[in-house]
């Protein structure tokens, strides 16, 4: 069956849709963000709960990735 033009190109579009918000969780899972820089520094029940939240984040990741 041939495609049409428009149809090739609605194709095209969803697959770079699909990529761009593949690339936008990919950059919001390295991009770190730190609260309070200062925070983190001087307030030690802070930072452990700051510490845990990454911890649990990088670990459901990292679940996810080797389940592929």
């Known amino acids: 069956m041939t495609k ?3 149809e090739r190109m609605l194709s095209i579009e969803q ?3 699909e990529i761009r ?3 936008e969780e990919e950059v919001a899972r390295y991009n770190s963000s730190y609260p309070d820089e200062k925070r ?3 307030d030690r029940e ?3 709960h700051w510490i845990k939240g990454e911890i649990k984040t990088s670990s ?3 679940i996810k990735e080797i389940s592929k």
């Open 4 to 6: 049409t033009i428009e």
């Open 15 to 17: 697959e770079l849709s």
């Open 21 to 23: 918000k593949e690339m």
């Open 40 to 42: 983190l520094i001087n």
């Open 46 to 48: 802070y930072c452990s």
């Open 60 to 62: 459901e990741w990292f």
